[in-house]
C-alpha cells in the first residue's frame, strides 16, 4: 500500500523526498538503496526494509536518540501533497481502489492526508506502534528464552508468515537485531545481580561440571544471597567451556575467572561442590571455604547401601528390565494402558531410573508396586521373555521402599532453591539417625534389616561430624525454627553459641556507630579491680608502676601511648562481647517458629530488634546445601546444547540460560 501510494504521487510531480517525509519523518535519516534494503544517513547501517519503517524507528530511537526525527514539521510537505494533488482525485482514489481494493471511504486528498496526519501529528501514532513494537519485541525475547530457540528462528520463512497473519503491523526483528535485544536484557540483569552483591556483604556459591553429548565439557557457578528485604535470590554467574582432556589447573582457572568476574574473592560465605578431587581441591586453592554437597552425601551413602544388599539390587535389574520393556515397546505400552483403564489406574506412566540419582530408582520401585497389578496382568497377555515379579518380590520392595523412605524426602528439602536448606542439613542427619533405628527394628525381611543396618554404617562414616562444622552449626542456630534443639550433642550447641556471640561482637566492633565503646582511660586511673582479675592480652617486662600521676603524652613523649591503646581495645571488646551475648540470648529465649513456616519471614520481621544477627543470618542461611541449583541450569543447558548445539554459540547459549535463571 505504502509503495503503491509513494509511486502514485511520484506520477504527478511531486519529489521523492517530499513524499517520504510525509509519509514518516524516519525518512529523512534513511534512503532506499534496493528494494529491500535501505541505509541510515548518519551511521550508514544498512537494514531491511518491509514495507513499514519499524525497524528504522527502533534503530533512530536506540542508535541516535538526540536526532529529532520524530519532529511535527511535516506541514509544508503536507501542503505540497495537497496542491499537487488536487486534480487527481478520482483518479488517484480508483487507482488505489482497484488495485489494492481499499474501502471507498479512503479517497482524494481527504483521506490521504487524514492518513497521514494520523503517522505524524505530535508524534502521537509513531509513540503508540514503538511502544506496540517495543511489547512484542519483548515478548519475541521471552519466547526465545523459555523455549531455547536459536536467534536464527526469526529468519524461518514459516515463522515470519505466522507472525505477519498475526499481527501484519510488527516488524520482525533480523537475526543481529535479536542479539542486541538479547545482550541489552542481559546487561540489565547482570546489572541487578551486582547491584545485589554489592549490598550484601556475602555471596554463597555452587558449581557443577556437565558433559554434553558432543563430549564437550562445561563447568557453571550460580550465587546465592539474602537480600536486605529478607528474600532468597539465586542467579547464574556463568558458564566456562573446558578444554578437551582437562585437568584439574583447567577447573581451577575457570572457577577463579568466574568468581574474579564478579569480585567475589572476599565476600564467599561458602562454596557448595559435588565431594569429587578435582571439584574439592580446585575450590581449596582459590583460598574459599568448600562444603560438600549433601544431596550428593546422601546420594552416595545410599547407592552403596543399595549396592550392598544383594536381594535388593537382583530386585532392582528385573524392575529395570520391565520398565525397559513397557518404554520400548509400543504394542506393550498399549496393552498396559489398557489394563490400567479396566483397573481404573489410568495416566499412570512407569518410571526408568537414571544410574547417577538413587531417587530414580526409588521412584521406579515405587511407581512399579503401585502398578503391580497391572504389569502382572499385561505382562501375562503379551509374547515376551520378561519374567514378572513375585509376591515375595514385591513385599522386598515393600519394606525396603519404607527404610529409604526419609531418605527421599530429606534429599528433595535438601536440594530446594526456594528455601533456606543449609540450616536443615544437622536436624536433618539426626533424624535420620533416629528414624533409621526404629525402621531396623520394626524391619522383618532380611533385606530390609541389611539396608538399614548399612545405611547407619554408611550414614555415620559419612555424617558423623556435621554439627562441628562452623557453617553448618550457625546456619541451623540462626534458623528459628531449629537453634539449639537442632543438635545432638549439647556442648557442640554451646560451642556454637559461644561461636555466634564471637561473630556478633566482631560485627559490633565493625560497626562502632551501632555501640557505646568506652573511651581509653585517663593517664594513671585504674584498669581493673581485683574483685574482677581479667587475664592479660599481652605481656611487658616492666618494674611496677609508680602510685604517682603519670605525666601527659606530650609531657612522657608516648611512652604510654601503646599501654593506653591496649586499654582502650580491651574495653572495646569486652563491651562489645557483652552487647553481643545480651542480643544472642534474647533470641535463643525467643519462641521457636513453626517448622513448615519460611525463617526468612521472621528475619524480616526481627531485622530491627537483633541488626547484628540478622546480617549473621543472611550471611549463613544463604549458603544452600546442595550444588542442585547448578544441576539444574545444565538440565536446560543440556537440551539447548543436544537438540540445537548447530545454531547456538556458547555465548549465545550462556546468554539465554542467565535470563532462564536470573535474579529469583
Known amino acids: 500500500m505504502a509503495l503503491m501510494i509513494m509511486r502514485h504521487l511520484k506520477e504527478k510531480g511531486l519529489k521523492m523526498t517530499e513524499i517520504k517525509r510525509a509519509f514518516s519523518m524516519v525518512w529523512d535519516h534513511f534512503s532506499l538503496v534496493t528494494p529491500n534494503k535501505v541505509q541510515c544517513s548518519l551511521c550508514s547501517q544498512r537494514l531491511s526494509f518491509n514495507k513499514n519503517t519499524s525497524a528504522m524507528l527502533r534503530h533512530l530511537r536506540s ?19 495537497s496542491s499537487s494533488t488536487s486534480g487527481a482525485h478520482s483518479s488517484f482514489s480508483s487507482s488505489i481502489i482497484s488495485s489494492a481494493g481499499v474501502h471507498s471511504s479512503f479517497s482524494g486528498t481527504a483521506g490521504l492526508n487524514s492518513m497521514f496526519t494520523n503517522s505524524t501529528a505530535a508524534g502521537h501514532h509513531i509513540q503508540v506502534r514503538t511502544t506496540r513494537q517495543e511489547d512484542l519485541d519483548d515478548a519475541l525475547v521471552n519466547m526465545l528464552v523459555k523455549d531455547t530457540h536459536p536467534f536464527s528462528v526469526v529468519e524461518e520463512e514459516g515463522f515470519a508468515a505466522f507472525i505477519q497473519k498475526l499481527d501484519p503491523s510488527y516488524n520482525l526483528p533480523n537475526k543481529q537485531a535479536l542479539k542486541k535485544m538479547v545482550e541489552s536484557r542481559c546487561d540489565i540483569i547482570n546489572h541487578n545481580i551486582m547491584s545485589q552483591i554489592e549490598i550484601s556483604n556475602f555471596v554463597s556459591l555452587t558449581s557443577d561440571m556437565w558433559t554434553s553429548i558432543d563430549k564437550d565439557s562445561y563447568i557453571s557457578v550460580t550465587g546465592h544471597l539474602i537480600a536486605e528485604n529478607a528474600q532468597l535470590s539465586t542467579f ?113 506412566k512407569l518410571i526408568q531410573e537414571v544410574d547417577s540419582r538413587w531417587n530414580s530408582s526409588f521412584s521406579m520401585l515405587e511407581c512399579l508396586f ?57 536436624p536433618l542427619i539426626r533424624m535420620l539417625k533416629i528414624t533409621l533405628e526404629k525402621k531396623h527394628s520394626a524391619a522383618t525381611h532380611p533385606a530390609a534389616m541389611q539396608l538399614s543396618s548399612s545405611l547407619q554404617r554408611e550414614l555415620q562414616a559419612s555424617c558423623n561430624v556435621v554439627e562441628t562444622e562452623p557453617v553448618l552449626a550457625l546456619s541451623a542456630l540462626l534458623d528459628p525454627r531449629f537453634k539449639m534443639l537442632a543438635f545432638g550433642n549439647l556442648g557442640y550447641a554451646q560451642e556454637a553459641v ?68 591496649k586499654v582502650g581495645e580491651t574495653q572495646s571488646v569486652q563491651s562489645s562481647t557483652a552487647d553481643a551475648a545480651v542480643e544472642v540470648q534474647r533470641y535463643l529465649s525467643d519462641p521457636y517458629l513453626n517448622r513448615a513456616e519460611n525463617p526468612m519471614h521472621y528475619w524480616e520481621k526481627h531485622s530491627k530488634v537483633y541488626p547484628h544477627l540478622f546480617q549473621l543470618a543472611r550471611k549463613y542461611l544463604s549458603v544452600p546445601a546442595s550444588s542442585v541449583p547448578c544441576e539444574r541450569i545444565f538440565t536446560k543447558a543440556g537440551d539447548v546444547f543436544n537438540k540445537k548445539r548447530s545454531c547456538l554459540s556458547m555465548k549465545a547459549v550462556e546468554q539465554i540460560m542467565l535470563l532462564n535463571n536470573g535474579l529469583v
Request: charged share 20%; net charge negative; aromatic share 4%.
Open 370 to 426: 503401585d502398578q503391580r497389578e497391572s504389569v502382572a496382568a499385561a505382562l501375562s497377555t503379551l509374547d515376551t521373555d520378561i519374567i514378572p515379579l513375585g509376591s515375595a518380590d514385591y513385599e522386598v520392595i515393600h519394606q525396603c521402599l519404607g527404610v529409604l523412605g526419609p531418605f527421599n524426602q530429606a534429599t528433595a528439602e535438601l536440594s530446594s532453591e526456594k528455601r533456606v536448606s543449609a540450616s536443615k542439613v544437622i
Open 63 to 81: 542508535r541516535h536518540p538526540s536526532e529529532a526525527w520524530y519532529s511535527n514539521s511535516t506541514s509544508g510537505a503536507h501542503a505540497n501533497i
Open 236 to 348: 547464574l554467574l556463568g558458564i566456562s567451556k573446558l578444554p578437551e582432556n582437562h585437568k584439574a589447573i583447567h577447573i581451577e582457572e575457570a572457577k577463579n575467572q568466574l568468581v574474579a568476574s564478579w569480585g567475589l574473592h572476599s565476600r564467599v560465605a561458602a562454596f557448595v561442590t559435588e565431594t569429587g578431587g578435582n571439584m574439592v581441591g580446585t575450590v581449596q586453592k582459590l583460598g574459599i571455604l568448600q562444603l560438600p554437597s549433601f544431596a550428593h552425601v546422601l546420594n552416595l551413602v545410599i547407592r552403596r547401601s543399595i549396592d550392598a544388599t544383594s536381594e535388593l539390587q537382583e530386585i532392582r535389574s528385573q524392575a529395570r528390565a520391565i520398565v525397559a520393556f513397557f518404554k520400548l515397546n509400543q504394542n506393550a505400552e498399549m496393552r498396559l494402558a489398557e489394563v490400567q483403564g479396566q483397573l481404573g489406574r489410568t495416566g499412570q
Open 498 to 565: 559461644k561461636l555466634l556471640t564471637s561473630e556478633c561482637a566482631s560485627l559490633i566492633r565493625s560497626n562502632p556507630d551501632n555501640i557505646d565503646t568506652l573511651p581509653p582511660p585517663a593517664a594513671g586511673s585504674a584498669t581493673s579491680s581485683p574483685s574482677s582479675p581479667q587475664t592479660a592480652p599481652w605481656v611487658m617486662d616492666t618494674a611496677p608502676l609508680s602510685a604517682e600521676a603519670s605525666p601527659s603524652k606530650s609531657q612522657d613523649g608516648g611512652l604510654w601511648e601503646i599501654f593506653d591503646s
